[in-house]
Every structure is written in structure tokens, then in C-alpha cells.
């Protein structure tokens, strides 16, 4: 590509950018009234009122598919992987090394994983059907919560049918008006949600700044009642942890709970894979809210929360993403549960990934390449300072037969669009060795 094609595709993404700011902003505004609220009888301005078109959502989404076609890159959204994708997968016949996925330790198609959720199926058949306070239960969905109860030495456990929905519902419900809740500026979008959803106030601190959350509260603790500190066990964004003695020192000091939502460390992070606390060597009790999705590690679909028997009774009884939504399906919590016993019988797994993932930073690192803060765990960005040069890397490592997910604006800033590269226990090292020297190639270093 000429220099001026390469400036004049820069300047065009960059004025759909600003366009997509603009709409994104107008989504985002508060709608007034105007002051004579007269319905328009008939014509355009009526018929903007009931169309999906006129939605704002649906220009950002034209402004998004207009980019990729400025930018040149066919979408690398809703790829079709036709096996178990893991290490590798297969999309539209042919073999990619895959770094698109969270099947961090290769148990979605693990043989005892199987075997197990169609056993589940063969006894219960494939649906819960309805919710579980109602209808009843099934002793594998039992069986799992008091696995993961054991598992995080925790009173007990409640297991629902997301994790998405897991974050809206328990902290939508357990917090409301004159509460306060606190969340890590990069919280992933769930949190966001049930603290929106739960009417309580919502502020954020600097990603993982212990100091900033601190100082938050020393300001504001006084004017609410009950206080909740959200944080994550490994961003997935930018493969860091937190410092979570810190915050337990600090949820202590300012009189609040504190949940952790361990998507991407339960199984990842310590030598038995069991988290953020064993990580940071803290005791599970100093946490009151543990929070983890059954879909990464523990290859089923769902998610859980682990505490004392005060808060699982809450959930268990009155959480709206619990009493009113079916209860897992047999074979997914069959699936999580033999996941969840791999992982305990089989720790070396988890140092496995630790292993690969250690070596995917060094290596991307040695290259020259900005992998921002992560700790090399199982996530590791590559940081490429433009959206184009994000899809232009991505297209070719795809064309080199590399799978891996490019990170644009509006994700994440302008300035920080990567590559993020999630690692398996299941990659060999040659084939990470063979994926940072290929980059290392089309990046020209
Ligand atoms: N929390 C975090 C931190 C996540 O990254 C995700 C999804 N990746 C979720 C919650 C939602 O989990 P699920 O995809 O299992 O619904």
C-alpha cells in the first residue's frame, strides 16, 4: 500500500471515529421532553419514533461496519469454529493456531468433560426447564455449588444460568438508593450493569490504583449507607491483577463489602489454580462476595457466587436472575463439575498455562512489542497505537494461519487498540515461539 492510500485510510477511519463519538454520545444524552408533548400526528417524525433504523445503536453499528471497509479488513467478528476451539480450531476448513478464546486449561473438550455432560443429558435430558425454587432441582446442580463452595473454602454457593447475568442480578439486588458502589475503571460491563440496575451510586478508580479507591472513600464513605468494592482477579483486557490485600485492607478500614469477579482467575492464577486470594496469598474469608463464570476455565456455561450462608440464602431466595430464570442445565453443571475435578486432581495445568503464558510475554516483550501491564497470565495484549494498524496486523497473522482477536476503538482508546492474545495450557511453545516471530515479521522488526 502507497503512503497516500495509507493516509488517506487513516483520515477516513479517524472521521468515523469522530462520527461514532457523536452518535454514541447522542445515545448516551438524556431525552427532554419537548414542552408541548404533542405526538406527531402523521410523516417522518411519527415514523422515526417506531423504527430500529432510527436508533442511534443502529448508526453506531453502520459507522462500525463502514470502518472495517475503510480500513480494508474483512470483520474478524463472529468467526464459525467448526470443532472444540482451544489451542487450535478449524474456520471454513482450515487449521489456525487460536488465541481467541478463554478455554484456558483445554477442558471444553477434555474426554472426562464429555463424558460427564452427556451422561448429565442421558439422565436429565438437556433442560432444567424451569426455575429451580419452583420446579425443583437436580442433584449435579447441588453437587456443583458445594464442589465450588469447598473449592473457595466458603459457607456456600450459588450457581445461575450466566455469568453476565450472575453480575446484573446479585449486584443489582443486594444494593439500592443511598448505597454506594465502587468499581475498577476497567470493571467489565456486568458490573456496570447491576450497579446501574441496582439505583445505588456508581463511582470508579484509576484501573487497580488501591491509593485512588482510598482517597475515594476517605471523601465520600459518610454519605452512604452500604458500600460495594468491585474488582476483578485478572483484567482480560490487560492481563494484571490487583494488589488484593490492599483492598481488603481498605474495604476493612472503610467499613464495605468486597466482591471479586474471578472470570479469568479461577484457574488460572496460584499453584492450585484457585484464584486471586491464593495468588496474593489472602484468606478466602476476607472477600464477601466471590464472583466466577463456569464458561473460561470450567468449560461449561453460567456463573457463581461463593460467600457466607447469609449471602448465598439471599440469592438462593430472592436474586430476580435466580428465582425467576431456569436453573442450570444438568449438563453444563455436569461439565463445570468434572472441569472443576480435573482441575483439582490435575494443578499442573494450571502451571502449564502459567508456564506458556510467561513465555508469550517474554517473547513478545524481547520482539519489541508494548504488552502494557500484564502479569502473563493467560492474557497478554499486544499494543499496537492505532485501530488500523490493530486490523492490518490481526488480517495477516489470519492469512499466516494465526486466530486472533484485534481490540479497536471504541473498546478501548484510540491510543491503546491491540491485538489481545488469550493463552492455553494446551499451546505448545513452538507455536507460541512461531506466533511473536510472525508478528514480529509483518510488524517489520
Ligand atoms: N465477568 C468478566 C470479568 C468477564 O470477562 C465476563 C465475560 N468474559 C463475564 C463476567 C461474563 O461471563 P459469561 O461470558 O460467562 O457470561
Given amino acids: 500500500m ?108 477434555d474426554a472426562r468433560v464429555l463424558a460427564s455432560a452427556k451422561a448429565a443429558i442421558d439422565r436429565y435430558g438437556t433442560s432444567a426447564s424451569a426455575s429451580r425454587i419452583v420446579a425443583g432441582e437436580r442433584p449435579v446442580q447441588r453437587d456443583l455449588e458445594y464442589k465450588l463452595a469447598a473449592f473457595y473454602e466458603a459457607d456456600d454457593c450459588v450457581a445461575f444460568v450466566s455469568g453476565h447475568a450472575t453480575n446484573v442480578t446479585v449486584i443489582g439486588s443486594l444494593f439500592g438508593p443511598g448505597d454506594l458502589i465502587v468499581h475498577d475503571a476497567l470493571a467489565h460491563n456486568s458490573i456496570v450493569q447491576g450497579a446501574q440496575l441496582s439505583g445505588a451510586k456508581r463511582l470508579s478508580f484509576t484501573h487497580n490504583d488501591w491509593s485512588a479507591l482510598d482517597a475515594l472513600l476517605a471523601r465520600t464513605r459518610q454519605d452512604y449507607r452500604r458500600v460495594l468494592i468491585a474488582i476483578e482477579g485478572l483484567y482480560s483486557m490487560d492481563g ?6 490492599r483492598f481488603v485492607e481498605i474495604k476493612q478500614r472503610h467499613a464495605a463489602f468486597l466482591m471479586v469477579d474471578e472470570a479469568h482467575s ?17 484468606p478466602s474469608n476476607a472477600v464477601d462476595i466471590w464472583m466466577g463464570t463456569l464458561s473460561k476455565t470450567l468449560a461449561g456455561c453460567g456463573g457463581f457466587i461463593a460467600g457466607s450462608q447469609a449471602l448465598i440464602d439471599i440469592l438462593r431466595h430472592l436474586a430476580p436472575g435466580f428465582l ?33 503464558g510467561h513465555q508469550f510475554l517474554v517473547e513478545a516483550r524481547g520482539a519489541g512489542f508494548n504488552t ?50 488469550f493463552i492455553c495450557s494446551t499451546h505448545e511453545r513452538e507455536q507460541i515461539s512461531h506466533t511473536v516471530a510472525t508478528l514480529a515479521r509483518i510488524a517489520g522488526r
Fill in 372 to 421: 502494557g501491564t500484564s502479569a502473563g497470565y493467560a492474557v497478554v495484549p499486544v499494543i499496537t497505537g492505532s485501530s488500523l494498524k490493530a486490523a492490518q496486523w490481526a488480517n495477516a497473522l489470519f492469512e499466516e494461519g494465526i486466530n486472533v482477536q484485534p481490540i479497536f476503538y471504541p473498546a478501548v482508546e484510540e491510543k491503546a487498540a491491540r491485538l489481545r492474545f
Fill in 324 to 356: 425467576y430464570s431456569v436453573g442450570l442445565a444438568p449438563a453444563l453443571a455436569a461439565a463445570s463439575l468434572a472441569a472443576l475435578d480435573c482441575l483439582i486432581a490435575q494443578p499442573e495445568r494450571v502451571a502449564l498455562l502459567r508456564e506458556r
Fill in 240 to 245: 494484571d491483577v490487583p494488589d488484593l490485600a
Fill in 2 to 109: 502507497g503512503l497516500g492510500e495509507h493516509l488517506r485510510q487513516q483520515l477516513a477511519a479517524k472521521a468515523l471515529q469522530r462520527q461514532l463519538e457523536r452518535v454514541s454520545e447522542e445515545a448516551n444524552a438524556p431525552f427532554v421532553p419537548p414542552r408541548k408533548a404533542a405526538l406527531p400526528a402523521t410523516g417522518a417524525a411519527r415514523n422515526e419514533l417506531c423504527s430500529f433504523e432510527s436508533m442511534p445503536g443502529y448508526q453506531q453499528v453502520q459507522i462500525m461496519r463502514q470502518m472495517s471497509d475503510t480500513l480494508r479488513v474483512e470483520s474478524p467478528f463472529f468467526r464459525v469454529h467448526e470443532g472444540v476451539a482451544g489451542a487450535t480450531t478449524q474456520i471454513g476448513g482450515v487449521q489456525y493456531i487460536n488465541y481467541a478464546n478463554y478455554n484456558y486449561l483445554g477442558l471444553a473438550g
Fill in 266 to 282: 479461577v484457574g488460572v492464577l496460584g499453584t492450585g489454580g484457585k484464584g486471586i486470594r491464593e495468588h496474593c496469598n489472602v
